[in-house]
């Protein structure tokens, strides 16, 4: 076997190696940098280089020089989505903004990076924090964020989606920090947007603009629900004594008002009295007592003792 058929073998178990998905994490450029050698390889072999040469001579040197500035053209040709911006660099220094479109980057001189422009949503782990009154809480929560300024993005910070995550975790423990659990799960906005502002001013320099963050939940050890639980019950209770009480205020003044009534007027007492009896001679299972003030035996007793 010659050493041609070696290369023929081992391209040959390259390109299997590929197409069976063995080999995911290959550079596309390398692929395509194998391919073009692959291609060349197969003209050094059927002569065709000699034939090429040949008709390149023969259409003249301007033919010549326009068909090549044509390839180059063809293949630094980058499309830039409507939502993306691309930094360009020539020679490894920024040289400027990719607007959408169809652009030019000429290989090896030249190089670009797209930046998604769109809003995106970064869900925030989570994280176990000590409030300001002792107590072990869970907190999660998630970041709307978007890239203001692509430059920023892509020179001064290596990975600005893993760096924003990792502030938003550290800041909301911070913040979750300083307050109590009460204010915690009462003024969960007022602290979302607190951790909202402390991340914005942050990442500024990174050219990341943070639109918002929401506290999506905050989980409490089992035994401080029940703490909180029994405080809850003991509220209820303790509003249900007071409307009693004031309930008893109220009855206790309409009592006294009608006691002053019933004794501006003779007799309105008596009537008052028996108008109580005749309602309770309607339930014929009743036993009623009916106290006789000793007045009234008195005055029986006198006019008794002026008949004798």
Known sequence: MNNRDKKNINLEDFLKNINSGKNKRINPFITVVLLIFVFLNILADTGGFSLIINHLKSMGTLTTLIIIAAVIILISIRQINQYQKGVKFMLGKYVGIMEPGWRLVFPIIQGYQK?????????????????????????????????????????EVEDFYYAVSQLAQTTMRNVVGEVDLDELLSNRDAIAEKIRKIVDEATDAWGVK???VELKDVTLPEEMKRVIGKQAEAEREKRAVIIKSEGEVVAAGNISKAAEMLSAKPGSLHLRTLHTLNDLSSDQSNTVIFAVPIEVLRALEKIGGQGK
């Open 115 to 155: 930046v998604d422009m769109r809003i995106k949503a970064v869900d925030v782990p989570d994280q176990e924090a000590i409030t300001k009154d002792n107590i072990s809480v869970t907190v999660n929560a998630v970041i709307y964020y978007k890239v203001a300024d692509a430059e920023k993005a892509i020179i």
């Open 210 to 212: 943070v639109n918002s």
